[in-house]
Antibody, heavy 120, light 110 residues
């Protein structure tokens, strides 16, 4: 079975940094693109970033461009999201999601999510 | 990268059918056949119900169906059951390897 397990969430302060990880199992990780999707409190889902199966190509929503960096280690079956210059509006549950193709086209499996919460 | 537009709520009685719409533009929903629908129960991970507009993953009941006309995609749930009560989200490929999601629709089974 496909399993995606996120970790690394926590309390953030303005301007701070956080690194999320997603451990994948149950499928050939290196074959599929991966994405991070977030859901702020009371809001809908928002695609944050995607990465090709090889890791060579990365893609970002305008809201996080130049602040967040997505990466993957296919030898460790792990996806990462480095989040810098954090803002209060980045507060959300962050989901790791597997795509159906080698480049982002639509996700099929999701993790349970990890919470990133603004702390004043 | 504007979010797709979904009605905030929808409802139906057990056994009835309900259709949820998802409106985008020619740059996303209308331009590609990569529309997906997800079901999310509180506190649980989203579950894929429909992919590529109308394809159903194995294990998803055939009561769930998807379609698209122009810039609007639709999810129809037939023979509503209590367990169908959940939030439903659409998503679409938006070109240049970007994805876009809808704001979500809360489906209530009366």
């Amino acid at each position: 079975d496909v399993q995606l397990l996120e970790s690394g969430g926590g309390f953030i302060q303005p301007g701070g940094s956080l690194r999320l990880s997603c451990a994948a199992s149950g499928f050939t990780f290196s074959t599929y693109a991966m994405s991070w999707v977030r859901q702020a409190p009371g809001k809908g889902l928002e695609w944050v970033s995607g990465i090709s199966s090889s890791g060579i190509s990365t893609y970002y929503a305008d809201s996080v461009k130049d602040r967040f960096t997505i990466s993957r280690d296919n030898s460790k079956n792990t996806l990462y999201l480095q989040m810098n210059s954090l803002r209060a509006e980045d507060t959300a549950v962050y989901f790791c999601a597997k795509d159906t193709r080698s480049s982002p086209r639509g996700v099929d499996y999701w993790g349970q999510g990890t919470l990133v919460t603004f702390s004043s | 990268q504007s979010a797709l537009t979904q009605p905030p709520s929808a409802s139906g009685s057990p056994g009835q059918s309900v259709t949820i719409s998802c409106t985008g533009t020619s740059s996303d929903v209308g331009g590609y056949n990569y529309v997906s629908w997800y079901q999310r129960h509180p506190g649980r991970a989203p579950k894929l119900m429909i992919y590529e507009v109308s394809q159903r993953p194995s294990g998803v009941p055939d009561r769930f169906s998807g379609s698209k006309s122009g810039n609007t995609a639709s999810l129809t749930v037939s023979g509503l059951q209590a367990e169908d009560e959940a939030d439903y989200y659409c998503s679409s490929y938006a070109g240049r390897n970007n994805l876009v999601f809808g704001g979500g629709t809360k489906l209530t089974v009366l």
